[in-house]
């Protein structure tokens, strides 16, 4: 396949979508080609290390992904960092948020500075500021600000603010049950009412 010129050091090959540059490996440095999104819109990309600045993709997999001003559906990759970006769901091995938010994120390990999430599920999990999530579940949670949650399932928690959760895991357990209690209650109170009424 031949090649393009570059352009503004952008490579793209005739029939890509989604132009490609060189960039840096992590562990040995050496160059390879980088997707590279910037001020645009793609649909699936992937690659060993994937770019994206002010732009949007429906799927991303690759082994690195950075992002800035960016968002995505969701995210599959080793290593993760998210500034001042959005993705609905994460799945990495390391995950860096900043500024950022995500409405699941599953991974060995995240760090969070001032950014929020709705689900996380992670073997550690490090936050800058205060934590917030809707649930949380983790080995480890370490924050230098408060850790806030509805429900809560963690095994060590070191917050240097307090630790504020609606639901624990026996917590829910016991809301569950008294609910599934009070529903059968009531519906065996609703039957006799309903009983009542057909003898008149």
């Known amino acids: 396949m031949s090649e393009q010129p570059p352009t503004n050091g952008q490579t793209a090959g005739a029939n890509d ?6 960039g840096k490996s992590d562990t040995t440095r050496t160059p390879e080609p980088t997707p590279e999104l910037l001020r645009r ?16 993709a429906e799927s991303i997999k690759a082994d690195r992904v950075t992002m800035e001003s960016s968002g995505a559906q969701s995210m599959t990759t080793k290593s993760a960092q998210l500034e001042k970006s959005g993705v609905v769901q994460l799945h990495a091995e390391r995950a860096v948020l900043h500024d ?3 409405v699941i994120v599953q991974s060995e390990e995240v760090r969070l500075v001032n950014s929020q999430a709705v689900v996380v599920g992670a073997a550690k999990i490090e936050s800058e500021g ?4 809707g649930i949380l579940g983790t080995g480890e ?7 806030s949650g509805i429900l809560l399932s963690a095994g060590k928690i070191e917050a240097e ?12 357990a016991a809301f569950g049950a ?6 059968l209650l009531l519906g065996r109170l609703l039957r006799r009412v309903f ?3 057909r003898g008149r």
């Open 141 to 147: 949670i370490k924050s230098q600000g408060s850790v």
């Open 130 to 133: 205060t934590l917030k999530a």
């Open 100 to 102: 950022s938010g995500a």
């Open 161 to 172: 603010g307090g630790v504020n959760a609606t639901f624990t895991p026996p917590a829910a």
């Open 178 to 183: 008294a609910f599934a209690v009070t529903l």
């Open 41 to 56: 819109d793609a649909g699936d990309v992937q690659g060993q290390h994937v770019a994206m600045e002010r732009s949007g």
């Open 195 to 197: 009983q009542q009424e």
């Open 17 to 22: 979508d989604v132009p490609v540059s060189v």
